[in-house]
């Protein structure tokens, strides 16, 4: 295979495995809802959905190792305890999300079948895949994401020919809501268990040199990112043009399913549902081999671990998948205020230059951005009278970012400080 060939199929399978329910289903339900102030809407979802989620990527190219090694300045229980977190999140919300996407909007329409037995039958195909280890980048790229970027491409090109009167935004803080709803993608996330996944695949597929690899996962991240950008551009301007015909008070799912029928016609909820299962089934695929891959490692390269771990997800897959999409939505909001600001500022500490993220820069900055995280946690969890204080004394706080303005200042502080200490030794 030629090193550029290599480079566009490692990107299309990234952009597969990226690209997953809430990819699908909240650009055109912000456009649908933003109205005339969709691109402020979309300026503030792809920090989070796209800008964030390639540094990930970024951030292993260079450090090439696991998510462990991303938050391991901080101190090993942290390392070790954020990881456990977020893979517990990830195979308990996102994983299980993409199937009761899947059957929403591919199933139930066309066999009215029950979520639990598409759900069983789902995550049955995703531990066939996940045990297949060496062949999933493989897989993904050359066969399953040319068949999602077409049918995206398709609805997009045409819903931009639309030329409906825009509804005036419904959001206060357009682009504030734009950040917070590309939490629900779950992308940062996904940057730090995606971006592990490929280090494991290349290292599988043979060795390479340091420089090599990097090289390598940095092209396939941008083109990822180029495809991402595109996209939900794409979508987020349709859900706007069409946002007059849109039935008031129309769910996430129901923005999207109207957007294809209007744009494709009869064919629309074909094509859709082809593209919900594909999208959907490489996201879980990317989660559950993530997590696996990490207790694996945990064991000592154990391939009963690796067995056992797939096992598990899928099941917990099966049980929590099989619910409806809001439920599964409202209820990752308060674990989203919480590890998302967190995931944030470790992407950024290691892509930014080693000289400014000593190890103490790397402590109080992740403990400031938990701490300043906390009123927004609370928050999502309605309880209002312990937040009010916060939200009047700390900036960005009323639209639930109250912890980046302190982050920020507490890197600078610290990377003073510890210039000042250098000068002085």
Known sequence: ?????????????????????????????????????????????????????????????????????????VAPWFSSLYCIIMYLIA????????????????????????????????????????????????????????VIVVILLIIVLVSIGFSEDMILSGYDFPFATGVLEGYQTFDAIGGVVVGAVLIVSLNIQGKRTYD?????????GLIAGLGLLLIYGGLIYGGAALSSSFVKGASRTEVLTSLSSQTLGSVGTSFLSILVALACFTTAVGIVTGTSDYVKEMFKNSQKAYVITAFISCVLGVLIGHFEVSFIIK?????????????????????????????VVFKGVVVITLVFSIPDFLGSLNLGNLVDFFTQWIPFSSQS????????????????????????N
């Open 91 to 146: 195979v308990t919300l996102p994983a299980p999300r993409t199937a009761s996407v899947a059957h929403e909007m591919a199933i139930q329409p066309f066999f009215g079948s029950s979520p639990l037995l598409t759900s069983s039958i789902y995550f049955l195909l995703i531990f066939i895949f996940a045990i297949n280890r060496s062949k999933i980048i493989s897989l993904i790229g050359k066969f399953l994401t040319p």
């Open 331 to 359: 209820a990752a909001i308060p674990a989203l205020m919480f590890i998302y600001p967190i995931t944030i500022v470790l992407i950024l500490l290691n892509v930014i230059p080693k000289r400014l993220t000593s190890p």
């Open 212 to 220: 090599d690899t990097k090289k390598l996962i940095t092209k396939a």
């Open 1 to 73: 295979m030629t090193k550029k060939r290599e480079v566009w199929i490692t990107g299309f399978a990234l952009f597969a495995l990226f690209f997953g329910a809430g990819n699908l289903i909240l650009p055109p339900f912000l456009g649908a809802n933003s109205g005339e102030e969709w691109g402020l809407v979309f300026l503030g979802f792809i920090i989070t959905a796209v800008f964030i989620p390639i540094l990930g990527i970024f951030a292993h190219a260079k450090v090439q190792g696991t998510m462990y090694d991303l938050a391991s300045k």
């Open 401 to 424: 970012l109250g912890w980046v303005l302190p982050a920020v200042i507490v890197f600078v502080l610290l990377n003073i400080y510890s210039q000042s200490i250098k000068r002085r």
